[in-house]
């Protein structure tokens, strides 16, 4: 394993793992199993990315490495939707998983199966209708108004800029003005930021040697520093709660359900919970994929011209509309593109809790049943030149000629998330309010380099400056 990780460094030295052409965004090298292994051991980051070896993205079925519990990755587009529609109630999100999120949102909907997660279903749906997004682009847009304020002055000033946290901080806003009907304080959203970086960095949710050694539901204790860290954020969350003024918005709506059964309300920690999904989900996938998207832009002139060119012909001078975002198909492409090459959720792992059998693979109950929406977007099955971005993908033409199901990045089945068009038409709205106005220049390009905890991030922020166009 030592010479393994040798070889490793000294090609990372004379190749540059994260020096790409223009067109070829960062990305892990992949590695046979037991160089992939030593990696990431090496590297010392809990980064899932960097464990998955060349196979992974050729293999329809594949076992990752060898464990006590058995892993088994699945990239065969019509297995993952069986697995993930779960008919039979055999494939719940892993206890990994479920582990690493509960200190953060408890027994929330993103992380319950079966009955409990039907009840809270129920209870939230009628929530939905308020998400309408005709009327919630109006926050949105205040959001981005504030926004570009911050950032004209940074452009003013020359003061350089954490992408990462600006993209954090306007789509918490967002979601605090959909769901609350105020905007975030400025200090409120950086310590969430900088509690989450804590979650998500030091979490227990795998240790190469638990997933190695350990039996499938062994409960792994999480560090008093990521326990501290979800304690702050419920505690922010919870004076959004305490402090709600009864509007008629989304946290309105889940604080007045009730069961249809018992007719009881959400106490208020599950309210913590439930509200915790919208806001910490709702904002930080949408930020991870947006400090990707403009990060590309910034590197590839190319792209950023056509998105304005977009622009300028949808909305001219004028202030992005609800109406112009439908009309601005090159943008919505850059934004399925920036989704395919890095998932904000990179993985969906599901646990079999009894034996079976999926395809030609037989089960162990107890086995980790990998989908994992970063290998089968670059999936060379699926994808022509997959590791290139390329957002011809995603127009009509292009859309019409891709594998079913080979895209996921909102998951499938009854578990689809249900703000993917809330994030979609919000993330074309800000790209394109960001295109018209400013220009991102990227300190140290060449180091960006992702990496997989809980969401796909840089390893460390990318630090830019912004410039009035």
């Known amino acids: ?14 190749m540059g793992e994260t020096q790409r052409p223009a067109k ?3 990305r892990p090298r992949p590695l046979w199993p037991v160089a992939a292994l030593a990696r990431t051991i090496w590297q010392g980051e809990g980064n899932l990315l960097a464990l998955l070896p060349a196979s992974a993205y050729r293999v329809s079925i594949g076992a990752l490495g060898y464990s006590r519990r058995s892993i088994i990755l699945f990239n065969d587009p019509v297995l993952v939707r069986e697995i993930l529609e779960d ?3 055999i494939f719940p999100k892993s206890d990994l998983m479920v582990g690493a999120l ?13 009955e409990k997660w039907r009840r809270q279903r129920a209870m939230i749906d009628p929530a939905f209708s308020h998400m309408r997004l005709s009327l919630a682009f109006r926050a949105m847009s205040a959001a981005v108004d504030d926004q570009e304020a911050r950032l004209a002055a940074l452009a003013a000033s020359g003061e350089p800029m954490s992408l990462d946290l600006a993209m954090s901080h306007l789509t918490a806003d967002i979601i605090c003005r959909t769901v609350f009907s105020v905007s975030l304080q400025s200090d409120v959203a950086r310590d969430v930021f900088e509690n989450f970086l804590v979650f998500e960095r030091n979490v227990a949710q795998v240790r190469i040697s638990r997933l190695i050694s350990d039996p499938a539901w062994t409960r792994v204790p999480q560090k008093s520093g990521v326990l501290a860290a979800c304690a702050r954020i419920r505690s922010h969350l919870g004076a959004l709660i305490d402090g709600h003024a009864g509007s008629d918005d989304i946290a309105n709506a889940v604080m007045s359900a009730r069961d249809s059964d018992t007719g009881e309300t959400f106490t208020r920690d599950e309210l913590i919970d439930q509200l915790g999904v919208f806001f910490l989900a709702g ?15 910034a590197s590839r002139r190319d792209i950023l011209a056509r998105l304005r060119a977009e622009v300028e012909a949808v909305a001219g001078d004028k202030p992005v509309s609800f109406e112009h975002t439908r009309r601005m198909p090159y943008a919505r492409a850059v934004f399925r593109e920036t989704l395919r090459l890095y998932p904000p959720i990179t993985f969906m792992p599901r646990v079999a809790i009894r034996a079976a059998r999926i395809g030609n693979r037989q089960l162990r109950r107890g086995a980790l049943v990998m989908i994992a929406p970063w290998t089968l977007h670059r999936h060379k099955s ?4 997959p590791d290139r971005f390329d957002p011809d993908r995603f127009l009509p033409e292009g859309e019409s000629a891709q594998t079913p199901g080979a895209f996921i990045p909102f998951g499938a089945g009854p578990h689809t998330c249900v703000g993917a068009g809330f994030a979609t038409v919000e993330s074309i709205l800000i790209l394109a309010r960001l295109a018209q106005r400013f220009e991102f220049d990227v300190s140290e390009a060449g180091v960006v380099r992702p990496v997989a905890r809980l969401t796909t991030r840089p390893a460390r922020e990318i630090k830019c400056r912004v410039r009035l166009r």
């Open 1 to 14: 394993m030592c010479y393994a990780m040798k070889q490793q460094k000294e090609l990372e030295t004379k």
């Open 24 to 26: 070829d965004p960062p």
């Open 87 to 89: 008919r039979d109630g």
């Open 102 to 114: 509960e200190a953060l949102i408890g027994e929330s909907i993103f992380v319950t199966d079966g």
């Open 283 to 297: 904002h930080e996938t949408t930020a991870s994929a947006l400090t990707w998207a403009v990060y590309i832009l």
């Open 382 to 385: 699926y994808w022509p030149d």
